[in-house]
């Protein structure tokens, strides 16, 4: 079965501190991806990344950053927390190519800036 | 850039009965439609997908239909179970490079027994 692990499930954190939510999957998959989900929003992109080190910004990228310094990891970054990134994030991993286009989620990691 | 829209936001069924989420898209170039269920405090699972070269699918209780010139796709679970109240998730997307699929925005099924 596909793994995708996120190493915090639940953490809480200050506003302006600085903090790295790690994701690693285990079947060599190109595409990584960062989700936000909140209520009545579903789910939205914050980045992507198709190859190591290489990004793309998603449809909410303000106030993160991302980092993929080998295939199986992903990592997003808060540079400074705010209390209006309180949220649960989704990491993601899926083949590029048809026809392995289905992603596979982690199982989440819930956030509080306080 | 796609855009999916997912009804209703909230279906409440009676345990057996059968229960139906429709999406539609936007982007006609769209060729692959997975749908994700969601458990309380868990991250969303895949629970089936289509391909636009077919028009339905069946995995026991579960079927999914497409129908490309109107450009919707639907979730039907028959003799719903307790165990299906969940979050379910329909999603778009066009297959080949950097894939990126599109989600709709959920809908919250609940099974009374």
């Known amino acids: ?114 | 850039g796609e855009n999916v829209e997912q009804h209703p936001s909230t279906l409440s069924v009676q345990e057996g009965d059968s229960a139906v989420i429709k999406c539609t898209y936007s982007d006609s170039a769209s060729n692959y439609f997975p749908w994700y269920k969601q458990e309380l405090g868990k991250g969303p699972q895949l629970i089936i997908d289509i391909r636009s070269n077919v028009g339905e699918k069946k995995d026991q209780r579960i079927a999914v239909t497409l129908n490309k010139t109107a450009k919707h796709f639907s979730l039907h679970i028959t003799e719903t179970q307790p165990e299906d109240s969940a979050v379910y998730f329909c999603a778009a997307s066009i297959g080949g490079g950097s894939y990126i699929p599109t989600f709709g925005r959920g809908t919250s099924l609940i099974v009374h027994p």
């Open chain 1, 1 to 114: 079965d596909v793994k995708v692990t996120q190493s915090s499930r639940y953490l809480v954190k200050r506003t302006g501190e600085k903090v790295f939510l790690e994701c690693v999957q285990d079947m060599d998959h190109e595409n990584m991806f960062w989700y936000r989900q909140d209520p009545g929003l579903g789910l939205r992109l914050i980045y992507f990344s198709y190859d190591v080190k290489m990004k793309e910004k998603g449809d909410i990228p303000e106030g993160y950053s991302v980092s993929r310094e080998k295939k199986e990891r992903f990592s997003l970054i808060l540079e400074s927390a705010s209390t209006n990134q309180t949220s649960m994030y989704l990491c993601a991993s899926g083949q590029g190519a048809f026809p392995g286009n289905t992603i596979y989620f982690g199982e989440g990691s819930w956030l509080t800036v306080v």
